[in-house]
Every structure is written in structure tokens, then in C-alpha cells.
């Protein structure tokens, strides 16, 4: 008999649906036989015995439950635990895939619903309906919404034209996960997509269920932890995997919804531009990495451009296979016989090829392209991305492919360049070019400084450039920047630091000028004042970017601001407008056609200011900074530096949009995508697919209506509230309190202190997931808040279920406001009904409390033997947050509103609960050990449990 045939997949009363109940239960019982037969009856006995303790201990209001559970893992050995960490973070990895294909399962299932009952727009064989409703939060749903409006088909076309969306793939260290786990999953999510499959036959289920039985022992036996810490040069590799994957595929799905939508429903189709394209900060982001080095930009360079021309040369092949059309059939326009003419004089191809197509021009034609592009390949060079360049472009691509396209539409192929491969590889074209994803650069403001100091210096013009006042620095600046003559010879003797700087500029010279589209954005982090801007500007005069004209500096580049702190994000506005006035910086917004892109980090701001004040800081300074473009006429483009997690400004990203500011509201968008956000959302392309169409509804949809309604009172809240100026001052309030919670913990000396003792920090800074290092320090200099990144931060308070940075403040904030205004109770209530910014930050807040399991973490608490506990302060905020916001939004318990998550987060918890069970165990034992080769084996297993939190929290940092 087969060994799934008795595995139960029947369980009842679990309060999730029932294709994910029997998935979540088919894998977790073949987990369980192949846990057995590995590791023994014991084992699994344990496995069970524990998730038994853990959940009797909730269901039954038992804590002593949970106690015996510590009780067990103390008497277990160490080889015991790590044996019990690997099953648990195996469950959570396959939990964490049923999830995903049972969002493609509903999502599938909403689109046969959507469609018209009859073929072809219709699924077919599906229950279609005629005039059903277009599947929720889709680009067919923002169509038939803006014609709904009264919009006009051209109306729509131009808002696509007018969109400039802009996801940004970063290295940061949130991803704990291996590549060969990634890719192990991704198997794992496969067969159980065929097991969906209503078509699929009895043989065919059983070798799915055998292949999936094997991937699954497979993934049981992989280390979690990487032996070492990741290269740079393997993370670019990682960002590729998905960049030439899903995301790839993705791209031309969507042009082709567009284009679906607009038939459906105007029953037009439109060119459009590459409405949606990708930039990527790995191999390019310096700030804080010094394993990021010009040497590896230039690698990234070279590696990105040969992938995407082998791509193309695939994706050609494909398009061969179609143009089969013989001019025994069918003639091709005067152009095409022309441009075949003319490459024929500049390309020899093989006499064979040249038979063989002698009848067929198409064939032909993308044989010549092919040569261009082979030869392009030739020049590739890992050292030198000036010997890349060459005379074909991606222009010139997309022109021979527009022309192919041209003469088919003039010869009985009126659909061809809207549908089909040829549709398909355009739209790569457009959005790809031979680039894949423009690089930014981004830098500490403070090593411009330093190397503009030594430049300075070097060029005998100001000894101590770094001592000057912020006039003094923009006069010598200013007066750098429009004089035409370089400060130093190109061979000058520079400290290290400046040179390997001035090296980077070197590379972006010379990408600039093979390919301007692979250049990025120019990011200043840390950006305080004017003269921040302005230093990399004259780094890129002085490295030959650009010339003096007229006298004027005119840059290439786009010198991005980024505003991290509260400080900085409440004095964006006015910095930005000092910057548009200065008759230098003028000059250069003039030369960019009066384009500025603003960075704003979600991150820092959270870490420096709590969760209400970073929030309602940056919705304020978007509101401000849209203003002030406003009014001097500047093209703006927000960059949202947003994270993962709720605590580092990560969420529903089209809640976040439809949430923004409505002066801010112009097409143009840019947010980072980080870490296990990444894997999560572009592993399957299903998922990736739903994400970037829900992205790409929500920014047209709130473009279209913020450029066609009425301001309200103040454009700084939504048009549906009512009471502007008394709602900005409650916001203030609550911000402020929050603030005040908060920073109560952060000022207070003693809080760092018992952070370190009861989290467990000091293992997550070691966790080999990055290159880059976990904090600001130099080496040698010990970690302290003021120099730990957020990602860390928030990554040892997930793991301990806290989940602080998502909520704390939030007690003292709304309770505040509820005890000292009568009337508060009702406008909160207004509030959270219609105003979406509001909306999101509770139900954010609430989400990341409802994650939230203050018994475990009291438990955290007891391992920090030191004299004060912040234990107590943070139960007391969130009691006071959860009778706030029940109050408020009229649930009975916290996410009431979201009960699909909510049951996910209630099944998942005893399994978690034994993971921080047995992490706390492994803490308290390497803290007893003094020996070091004990410790070292501890710290192996602190890494595995880690991991094992992350999988089942789905978060890091």
C-alpha cells in the first residue's frame, strides 16, 4: 500500500478552508512519517507531545502547561533539540507554501467568476457569469472602475502613459532562508499546484505525491543556516534568480491585462510606454557595506547585461517559431525589404541560414538580430564596462522589432504587436532594455564629506573643509561646481577611502556612457542639509560625469535626498526648498527637466521615533514635500524606503498608496522590496503576478482621482474628513505621546541594556544572511543603539514576540486622547471609517499586536538578569491599546475584521510557542557555558532556532 494512503487529511473544525486544511495536513503528516523514520519513534513524540502542551496551555488558560513543555526541553540534549528545531522549521517552510497556493487557489477561482460566461473572454469550461464584477484590486477592475467614472478610453490610455512605477529589488538582511531551501519550496509549491488540478489522473497524482514525499525528506535534511556569510557577488545571483525569473514572466503579463482590460471595456488597444519597471540596489549599495566595492559594481554590471542578452536570445528563439510567414503567402512592408537590404551589407550570415529563410523575411530578420546581439556578448568585460559598449542599443532593438511588428499589422496581422511572443519580447524590451534593472548608488553622506574634504585639500583649496559652517561649505561648493577645471589629477594620492569613492563615480562614468538606463539614482542617506546634496555632485564633476556649461554644473545624474530621521523628516520641505533656490542646484533641476526624486526611510524613522510618530512624520512630510514641488514646478517622484516588517513601514503596499497624501498622487512611485519580502512575493509567479497588478490598480486608480477631485479643505487628509485642522492637531497628539512612550524605553540607560539580556541580539548580529554588517560601528567599536540598523532592531524583537516597533506607543497614544477629549472616542471613530491613512496604521498596529504572544515573551524577559524589567511598561501599553482600539474600530477581540489571519495566526502559535521554548533553552545554556567549543556548538543551534522563529513568524527584520 502507498505510505500517503493512510495519512488523515480530513481534520474538521480547524476554521480555515478546506483545500488548505488538507494541504497543511497532507504535508504535515508526511513530515511526521519521514521525521519518524529518520530520527526514530522518540522524536516524534516529542514533536507531538510538545504542540500538545503548547496548545492545551492556550485553549485551556493553562500556563503550568506551558510549563511542563520548558520543563521537557530542559531534560532533552542538545543534538535532541536541534533534531526537534529542524522538524518545526520544516512544518513552517510547508505551512508557509500551502498558504501561498491557497491565495493562488481563491485568486484563480475570483477570476473564473469574473469573466463572461462564453468563450473567449470568459474562462471557458469555468461558472462564468454574464456581467460579473472584475476580480477585486485587478488592472481589469481599474479599467472597468475609471469607465464606471465616465473616464474615456483615451482618458485611461493617458493615465498608463502617465504612470512610472518603479519596485526596487535591495541585498538587505532579512532573507534567512538559503537559496537551496528557497528552491526547495519552489519544487514543494509545484507539486502541490499539479495536486490542484482537477484534470489530473489517478497515476499522475501518485508520482506528484511521490515526488512530493521526496522533496519533502530533501528539505528535512538541508541545513537552514549558511555555513558562512553570503558575497556580494552572490547576492546579486540571488536578486537575478527572481529578476529573470518571475519577474521576468510578469512583466509581459501585465502589458497584456492592460491590454485585455482596455478591449473588454472600451474595446480598444493602446502602445503604451514601460509603464512598470525594476532598479535594484544589490551589487550598487555602499552605504554601510564595505564589501560592496567598485570592482563588484562593475561584476553586476556585466553580469546583468549578459543575462539579459542570453534571455533575449531565448526569447527570440521563441518568436522564430511563430514568424514562420513565407512570402509565397504573404508579402512584408517596403521598410522591412530595406532594413533586410541593409544588414545584409554590415552582417555575413552563414549561407545555410540564408537558404534556409530565404522565403521567409521575418525568420530572416531576427536571424540578423541575433548576430547583433552575439556580438555584443563578445564585449562583455567583467573589468571594464567601457569595453561593453557597442553600436546596437535596446533602442535599436525595439526599433527592428516595432518594424517587424509594423509590417504585420499592414499584411493581415492587425493584432500582432498587442498579443502573442512578439507582444511578449517588446515588452521586455521596452521595460529590460539590455540593463535589466538600473543600479543606485547609495552613500553615507557623511564619506562624501570626507572625500570631498580630501579633494579639497589635496587641491590646495580649504585644509579643513569638514570644520566649515554650512555657508561656508555651500560658498566653496558653488564655487567648485562652476568652475570647469578638476581639483586633482586623476592619478592624485587620496586616502583610501576617497579613492575607492572616486573609483565608484569612475564606474558610473563609464556605465553612463554604454548604457544612461543602467544608471540609477545617485541616494544620499543621512541627508541633513543642502551642502549633502551637493558634495556628490561635485565627486561626479570631478570623476568627469557631466560638464560645466554656460557656468553651470549639469550632472547626469539624479541626486536623490533621503530623509531618515524625524528631524530631517519634519524639515524635508524646507530643505528641499532651499535646495530648488539655489541658483547651483537650480541649474542642475533645470538640466533634469525639472525631475527631483526624494527618498524618505521608513526604517530609521520608526527606530528613532516609535511607530505613531514615524508614520504620521512621514505622511506629513509627503504631504509637505508635494507642496513644495507643487509650487516651483518640480516633477516629483517619492521613493518609499519601506521594509518588511510593520515596525519598518511594511504592509499591504497598495494600502500604502491608495493611503498616501493626495498632492502626491502624479503616477510616479519607487518603493524598496527587501528580504523575505522578495521571496514572498516573486518566488511563484501567481503570487508576483497578484502583487505587481495590485500595485499597478492602485496607483492609476489614485492618480486618476487625485488629479480629477476637488481638493478638500486640507489635501493633507482625505477628502471624506471633515474636521481638518482639530484632526491634525489629535494626530500631533497622538504621535506625540507616542513618541513619548517610546523614547521613555530608548533614552532610558538601562533599557539597552535589558534589551541585549532578554533578546537574543547578540546571535542575530552573527547570523550569516548578509554581507553587509548589522550595525553602523567601525571595527572594534562596540554596538549600541545609536549605531544599530533597524533591521536588527526589529529582527530580535520579532523573535522574541514582542513585535514591539509594530505597536509600542500605541497605549499611551489613543488612551491619552480618549481620556482627555470627550469628544475623541467619536472623531477616532470618523477616522478609522474614512480615512485611509488612519485606517492602515491601526489595522497595522493591531495585526502586529494580534502576532504578539506576551506570554512567551515574559518568558524572554526572566532570561535578563539585570536590575530593571521593561516587561511590565510594554504588557501595560498594549492592555491600554487593545481596549483602545476595540473601542474605536467596535470589535470584540483585536483583528476580528481579518479572521482568515487571525485563525492562521491562532494554528500557527503552539507550534511557534515550542520554537521560542526551545531557543530560550539554548540561550540559558550558552550563557552557563564558559567553554568555548560548547558555546560555539550552542550558538549553531541559537542560528537553527532563529531561523525556525522567522519561518513561522514569516518575518525577520
Not at 437 to 460: F, I, K, M, W, Y
Not at 609 to 637: F, P, Q, S, T
Request: hydrophobic share 40%.
Amino acid at each position: 500500500m502507498p505510505r500517503w494512503d493512510d495519512l488523515d487529511l480530513e481534520t474538521e473544525g480547524t476554521g480555515i478552508s478546506k483545500p488548505l486544511s488538507r494541504q497543511v495536513n497532507l504535508v504535515g503528516s508526511m513530515l511526521g512519517h519521514i521525521a519518524e523514520e529518520q530520527s526514530g519513534e522518540a522524536l516524534f513524540e516529542h514533536v507531538e507531545g510538545l504542540r500538545a502542551l503548547c496548545k492545551a496551555a492556550e485553549q485551556e488558560d493553562a500556563p503550568e502547561k506551558r510549563e511542563e513543555a520548558a520543563e521537557r526541553i530542559a531534560a532533552l540534549d542538545q543534538d535532541t533539540l536541534e533534531r526537534l528545531l529542524h522538524v518545526y522549521t520544516t512544518f513552517f517552510h510547508l505551512v508557509n507554501q500551502a498558504e501561498q497556493q491557497e491565495i493562488i487557489r481563491i485568486n484563480r477561482e475570483r477570476a473564473r467568476q469574473s469573466g463572461p460566461s462564453e468563450w473567449p473572454l470568459g474562462p471557458g469550461d469555468g461558472p462564468g457569469a454574464d456581467g460579473a464584477e472584475p476580480r477585486p484590486q485587478s488592472i481589469d477592475a481599474a479599467v472597468a472602475d475609471l469607465k464606471a467614472e465616465g473616464y474615456t478610453a483615451d482618458e485611461v490610455v493617458a493615465f498608463f502613459r502617465q504612470l512610472d512605477i518603479q519596485p526596487t529589488l535591495t541585498a538587505h538582511p532579512t532573507e534567512a532562508r538559503r537559496r537551496s531551501v528557497l528552491r526547495k519550496e519552489q519544487h514543494i509549491a509545484d507539486l502541490l499546484s499539479t495536486l490542484r488540478r482537477p484534470d489530473a489522473t489517478p497515476d499522475e497524482r501518485a508520482e506528484t505525491l511521490d515526488r512530493l514525499y521526496s522533496q519533502v525528506a530533501f528539505l528535512l535534511g538541508t541545513d537552514e543556516v549558511r555555513a558562512e556569510r553570503p558575497t556580494v557577488r552572490e547576492e546579486v545571483e540571488q536578486g537575478h534568480y527572481f529578476l529573470h525569473g518571475s519577474i521576468w514572466d510578469t512583466i509581459p503579463a501585465i502589458h497584456r491585462d492592460v491590454q485585455q482590460a482596455l478591449r473588454r471595456h472600451y474595446d480598444a488597444t493602446a502602445e503604451l510606454p514601460a509603464f512598470l519597471q525594476y532598479r535594484s540596489w544589490i551589487g550598487s549599495d555602499r552605504d554601510g557595506n564595505p564589501n560592496v566595492t567598485a570592482d563588484v559594481t562593475r561584476w553586476t554590471v556585466a553580469r546583468q547585461r549578459r543575462t539579459t542578452l542570453e534571455h533575449y536570445l531565448d526569447e527570440i528563439d521563441e518568436l522564430r517559431d511563430d514568424l514562420s510567414i513565407s512570402t509565397r503567402q504573404l508579402t512584408v512592408s517596403d521598410a522591412l525589404e530595406a532594413s533586410l537590404e541593409a544588414d545584409a551589407e554590415e552582417i555575413a550570415l552563414p549561407d545555410d541560414v540564408r537558404r534556409q529563410y530565404q522565403r521567409e523575411p521575418y525568420r530572416l530578420k531576427l536571424c540578423y538580430i541575433e548576430e547583433r546581439l552575439r556580438g555584443l556578448l563578445d564585449r562583455i568585460d567583467a573589468t571594464d564596462v567601457a569595453a561593453m559598449a557597442g553600436a546596437y542599443t535596446a533602442d535599436d532593438l525595439l526599433a527592428d522589432l516595432d518594424l517587424i511588428a509594423e509590417s504585420l499589422q499592414g499584411h493581415g496581422f492587425e493584432d500582432a504587436a498587442q498579443s502573442g511572443q512578439l507582444h511578449r519580447l517588446r515588452s521586455l524590451v521596452k521595460t529590460f532594455g539590455f540593463h535589466l534593472a538600473a543600479l543606485d548608488v547609495r552613500q553615507h553622506s557623511g564619506v562624501h564629506e570626507d572625500t570631498v574634504a580630501a579633494l579639497l585639500d589635496a587641491g590646495d583649496v580649504v585644509d579643513d573643509y569638514g570644520a566649515l559652517s554650512e555657508e561656508e561649505k555651500l560658498e566653496v561648493l558653488s564655487r567648485e561646481l562652476q568652475n570647469p577645471r578638476p581639483l586633482v589629477s586623476r592619478h592624485a594620492d587620496l586616502p583610501a577611502d576617497a579613492a575607492e569613492l572616486m573609483e565608484v563615480f569612475g564606474v558610473l562614468r563609464a556605465m553612463h556612457a554604454v548604457d544612461p538606463d543602467i544608471v540609477g539614482s545617485y541616494v544620499v542617506s543621512m541627508t541633513h542639509t543642502v551642502s549633502d546634496l551637493l558634495e556628490p555632485m561635485l565627486l561626479a564633476k570631478e570623476a568627469g560625469l557631466g560638464a560645466v556649461v554656460d557656468g553651470s554644473y549639469r550632472c547626469p545624474l539624479d541626486v536623490v535626498p533621503l530623509f531618515e530621521t524625524i528631524e530631517d523628516l519634519d524639515a524635508a520641505d524646507d530643505r528641499m526648498e532651499t535646495l530648488f533656490t539655489h541658483p547651483v542646484y537650480a541649474a542642475q533641476l533645470e538640466g533634469r527637466d525639472g525631475f527631483q526624486e526624494i527618498m524618505l526611510g521608513y526604517s530609521d524613522s520608526n527606530k528613532d521615533g516609535g511607530y505613531w510618530m514615524a508614520n504620521w512624520a512621514l505622511h506629513k512630510a509627503i504631504h509637505a514635500l508635494g507642496v513644495v514641488c507643487d509650487e516651483h514646478d518640480v516633477d516629483l517622484r517619492l521613493f518609499h524606503g519601506r521594509g518588511g516588517t510593520v515596525g519598518r513601514g511594511g504592509g499591504h503596499t497598495s494600502q500604502a498608496i491608495r493611503a498616501l497624501p493626495p498632492v502626491v498622487h502624479n503616477g510616479r512611485i519607487r518603493m524598496t522590496e527587501q528580504g523575505e519580502i522578495i521571496s514572498f512575493r516573486y518566488a511563484l509567479p501567481d503570487i508576483a503576478r497578484r502583487h505587481v497588478e495590485q500595485i499597478v490598480n492602485a496607483t492609476l486608480t489614485a492618480t486618476a482621482r487625485a488629479q480629477n477631485t476637488p481638493a478638500p479643505e486640507n489635501p493633507l487628509l482625505a477628502d471624506k474628513v471633515s474636521m481638518e485642522s482639530d484632526v491634525v492637531a489629535l494626530m500631533d497628539r497622538l504621535a506625540e505621546e507616542g513618541m513619548s512612550a517610546y523614547r521613555a524605553f530608548i533614552d532610558d540607560p538601562e533599557g539597552w541594556q535589558w534589551y541585549t539580556a532578554a533578546t537574543s541580539i547578540e546571535h542575530i548580529s552573527r547570523l550569516p544572511i548578509a554581507s553587509r554588517p548589522v550595525s553602523r560601528a567601525s571595527a572594534g567599536e562596540q554596538v549600541e543603539f545609536e549605531n544599530l540598523r533597524a533591521i536588527p532592531w526589529v529582527f530580535a524583537w520579532t523573535q522574541t514576540r514582542y513585535i514591539a516597533p509594530g505597536w509600542y506607543g500605541t497605549g499611551q497614544g489613543l488612551a491619552t486622547l480618549l481620556e482627555d477629549a470627550p469628544d475623541a472616542r467619536d472623531t477616532l471613530r470618523d477616522l478609522y471609517e474614512n480615512w485611509p491613512f488612519f485606517r492602515t496604521v491601526l489595522d497595522s498596529a493591531q495585526r502586529e499586536m494580534a502576532r504578539a504572544r506576551l506570554p512567551i515573551a515574559e518568558r524572554y524577559d526572566a532570561l535578563a538578569e539585570v536590575d530593571t524589567s521593561f516587561h511590565a511598561p510594554i504588557v501595560d501599553d498594549y492592555e491600554r491599546a487593545e481596549s483602545a482600539i476595540l473601542e474605536i474600530t467596535d470589535q470584540a477581540a483585536l483583528f476580528d475584521g481579518n479572521p482568515v489571519l487571525k485563525k492562521s495566526i491562532e494554528l500557527r502559535n503552539p507550534y511557534t510557542d515550542v520554537l521560542n521554548l526551545i531557543q530560550i533553552e539554548l540561550l540559558k545554556r550558552y550563557r552557563a557555558s564558559t567553554d568555548d567549543a560548547e558555546q560555539e556548538a550552542l550558538r549553531e543551534a541559537i542560528f537553527l532556532s532563529i531561523n525556525g522563529v522567522a519561518a513561522a513568524m514569516q518575518s525577520t527584520g
